[in-house]
């Protein structure tokens, strides 16, 4: 241990009062890729899954309305199920907003121009720093 300056960029009070630990990433990230696959893989529904720390029902709600309107999912009264787009989207490794421009690609013919944009859009900001 050495003397120096410590510069804080918040209150020792602020510093004390947060939670030891970071919510767990499930908690945290859109869940529409999680719901995505888990469909895929017949899982059953987020919502009934014994996740160790479970996603607030909020957001899985956001994930379903997101699947939707992408139309990979539909929803009846007990179940939800994947269309066909939904199935292919699903064995993309791709974000499902990304693999839903792709199909779209393909389907008008410009998929060449789209996996650009696509490739652009899939990875981390290049100005951030970890």
């Given amino acids: 241990m050495q003397h120096g300056v410590c510069i804080r960029l918040y209150s020792e009070e602020d510093y004390a009062s947060r939670p030891p630990f970071t919510l767990p990433e499930i908690q945290r990230a859109n869940l529409a890729e999680v719901i995505l696959r888990m469909l ?3 899982l059953g529904h987020p ?3 014994p996740f160790l720390d479970p996603p607030a029902e909020r957001s899985v709600k956001d994930g379903l309305d997101l699947l939707m309107e992408l139309g990979a999912v539909t929803q009846g009264r007990e179940q ?3 269309t066909g787009k ?7 490794p791709l974000d499902p907003r990304i693999s839903r421009m792709m199909i779209e690609a393909t389907q008008e013919g410009c998929l060449g121009d789209v996996a650009v944009i696509a490739a652009a859009l899939s990875i981390q900001d290049p100005r951030e720093r970890r």
């Fill in 47 to 49: 919502s009934t899954f």
């Fill in 80 to 82: 939800t199920s994947l």
């Fill in 86 to 92: 939904g199935k292919l989207m699903a064995r993309m």
């Fill in 40 to 42: 895929f893989l017949k």
